[in-house]
């Protein structure tokens, strides 16, 4: 059992995580859980052996010099809590590290090892993929399950993609097995600008976080950020004329295809966000469910399997079956996944079974 001791009973804790790599075009859903980590001041309680998930020569450790000290650095993953406070307060449990190289059921259990000590009520994976989105129209950001009480509820999508998954999808599946509600928010990244970082992604997953669990958070200069970012890239864009043109294209098939919804549903999101930031009103219900002893809620099957890697006995095997499209590991494109596909995945929010994207924006999985 996992011992935690400085941390305080938390309030309605909800974690949030986001992993660098595969998962994380521009590093936007690593750089907004850094965001809440930063504005919260949140403290470290535990970090994730490094020699049990991580290859070394993938992954390299660095070495700085602290006062003449030589110290090393190694890969891993950092536990921490914030307290957000206001009217009504809750607390953040924040999960952010990089994705692992090995021995992947056992991280996710350990991870959901420190949600049942904690009472995690939810778990909200963040994540990142490239697609053909213009960035002169707002991120499309998806969020998906794979519960469907869960998509009733809370208005999301029901992920039903297979293929190759990374961390996130794999997470999302232990959660479901475990009994812990789970969601995956997912921004689509212009594959013509992928290099790190990318605030306006970083922005749009924290306000969609906003919405789906009812906390305001402190955007600090993120929005200019966002604004700084995207007139430099307009300003790239200008001095190509193919790339301007090609941006153009994108543009059009964009507004064609929102139509309909720009003028109804989504303005009335933003609006409905603009008055909770104006007046701190609540916003939409979040679900219940804790994580419990032995991974076990709701009656749902908790039963263990052996981990032969590690020889320990862990919570049974989650079953990877949901994923974005169109992301190559890394901040760069996949070769052999179809852009357009992925593109048309993470505006559209529809699931694929062809193996390119089965819940809208995902990287690679979901």
């Not at 052996?306 to 974005?324: F, H, I, L, M, N």
């Amino acid at each position: 059992m996992i011992e935690l001791e400085g941390v305080p009973e938390l309030i309605d804790p909800v974690m949030i995580c986001a992993f660098e790599g595969w998962n994380d075009a521009g590093d936007a859903a690593s750089s907004a859980v850094g965001h809440l980590d930063r504005e919260w001041k949140g403290e470290v309680f535990a970090a994730l052996d490094a020699e049990d998930y991580y290859d070394f020569q993938v992954n390299r450790p660095t070495v700085w010099l602290d006062g003449g000290v030589r110290k090393v650095t190694w890969p891993t993953t950092r536990l921490s809590v914030v307290r957000t406070g206001g009217a009504k307060p809750r607390d953040l449990v924040l999960v952010r590290g990089i994705e692992p190289s090995m021995r992947w059921r056992s991280y996710c259990n350990e991870i959901l090892g420190f949600a049942h000590e904690l009472g995690v009520e939810m778990v909200v994976v963040l994540g990142a993929l490239l697609g053909d989105t213009p960035h002169t129209r707002p991120v499309p950001v998806s969020g998906v399950t794979s519960d469907a009480d869960l998509a009733r509820t809370m208005d999301l999508e029901e992920t039903r993609y297979e293929g190759p998954t990374g961390i996130v999808g794999i997470l999302q599946e232990a959660c479901a097995h475990a009994g812990v509600p789970a969601v995956s928010l997912w921004a689509a990244v212009p594959h013509y600008v992928s290099q790190p970082p990318n605030p306006k992604a970083a922005l749009a997953l924290l306000n969609r976080l906003e919405d789906l669990i009812d906390l305001r958070v402190p955007l600090g200069e993120l929005a200019e950020d966002a604004r700084a970012w995207q007139l430099g890239v307009d300003q790239l864009a200008a001095e190509d004329s193919e790339v301007a043109e090609y941006v153009q294209s994108l543009e059009e098939a964009r507004d064609t295809a929102e139509l309909p919804e720009a003028s109804g549903e989504a303005i009335a999101r933003e609006f409905e966000r603009y008055l909770r930031r104006r007046d701190g009103q609540p916003g939409p219900g979040q679900p219940g469910g804790h994580a419990t002893e032995g991974g076990v809620a709701d009656g749902r099957d908790g039963s263990y399997l052996r981990d032969t890697s590690s020889g320990r006995t862990r919570p049974r095997k989650p079953t990877a079956k949901d994923e974005p499209p169109g992301l190559r590991p890394g901040p760069g494109r996949d070769p052999d996944r179809d852009a357009k596909g992925a593109a048309d995945d993470a505006e559209g929010g529809k699931d694929r079974e062809d193996g390119n994207d089965g819940d809208e924006k995902k990287d690679g999985e979901e």
